[in-house]
């Protein structure tokens, strides 16, 4: 593998459990490097766990994704930018961040989560009656793996069950590397078109679900706009769909390959939440963290690089052994509380 080669992000997987090994080679051996992203541009990958926590709390890093220097971790990607869209949350800097993403917060406070667990656990176990009592084999994929948190989101955002092929088939196209830009685009403003579609009807009296709320909340401070509660539900859409569904199928692969794990859960139900914790860190659903923009002239990793305003960095944060499934790891530990 020549050093080009070595230095592309993301790598192609070879196996959809895990990263690949040279991602922790980098990160032993250059843990700040010289990446070719896949649009032919230069960023600085960060694969420190210490390092991409000083790059993405820093306010000399900018996740202003319109932004012409904003490094594209997607092939067309910088094509297909419009400077002149509002920006979501995730592509907004302080102070504009702060009272954006304080609004929305308060609907995943624990205890609104826990008010939602009956409602959660009446879905799961529908699906899975459905499954045992179908035909055999089942496709877990499906029956459960999809439409779990494609009932749950549509739970909490109050969009009509009937519409979830809609978005499903919009989603995987937005998340999906391969893409094309175009198309891409497109998806999204179909789902943006959807969801402010959506909100005007919820406007004239809106109900006691997520978006019905935030009408109320921003509504009284001041700050409603239709198209940016568009852009949040977008946003919980997409981040809570593909990405939830995806970790349902690779675990239940994952404890099936590993049946020890599995008898361990069956005995202790209280180890679950470690098991979860473990299962997220190490199958890493997707490769593609983050991105930000030095917007100032510093330096990264403790000073073994220089970055230079204008310059790219890309977020790929590994712990130790990422690589490999620490079957040992969480059973054993202290279980955490649901609050944590």
Known sequence: MTTAEKHEFPMARTCPFAPLPAYE???EGEPVSRVRLPDGGWAWGV??????????NDRRFSADRQHPDFPALVKGEAASRRPDEERMLIAM?????????KTVLGEFTVRRLEALR?????????????????????????????PVPSLVICE?????????????????KVIKQSTPPEERWAAMVAIQGYMADLIAEKEENPPDD???????????????????LADMGLLLLVAGHETTANMISLSTVAFLRNPEQLAMIKADPGKTLNAVEEMLRYFTIIDVATARLCVEDMEVG???????????????????????????????ATPRSPGT
Not at 47 to 56: A, G, N, W
Not at 122 to 138: K, M, N, S, T, Y
Not at 161 to 172: I, S, W
Not at 210 to 218: A, S
Request: glycine share 10%; proline share 8%.
């Open 47 to 56: 694969s420190r766990h210490e390092d991409v926590r000083t790059v993405l």
């Open 210 to 228: 997520l978006l019905g709320r935030q009408i109320v909340k921003l509504r009284a401070d001041g700050t409603y706009r239709r198209t940016a």
């Open 93 to 101: 800097d302080a102070p504009e961040h702060g009272p954006a993403r």
């Open 302 to 332: 403790g000073g073994c690089r220089r970055c230079a305003a204008g310059t790219g960095i890309s977020c790929a944060p590994r712990p130790p052994s990422a690589t490999r499934w620490r079957a040992w790891t969480y059973p054993n």
């Open 25 to 27: 080679e980098i990160r």
């Open 156 to 172: 909490m955002l109050g969009v009509p069950y009937a519409d979830h092929e809609f978005f499903q088939e919009h989603t995987v």
């Open 118 to 146: 009956p409602r959660i656990q009446e879905i799961v176990d529908g699906q899975i009656d459905a499954l045992l009592a179908g035909p055999r084999p089942g496709d877990l994929v499906d029956s459960l793996s999809l």
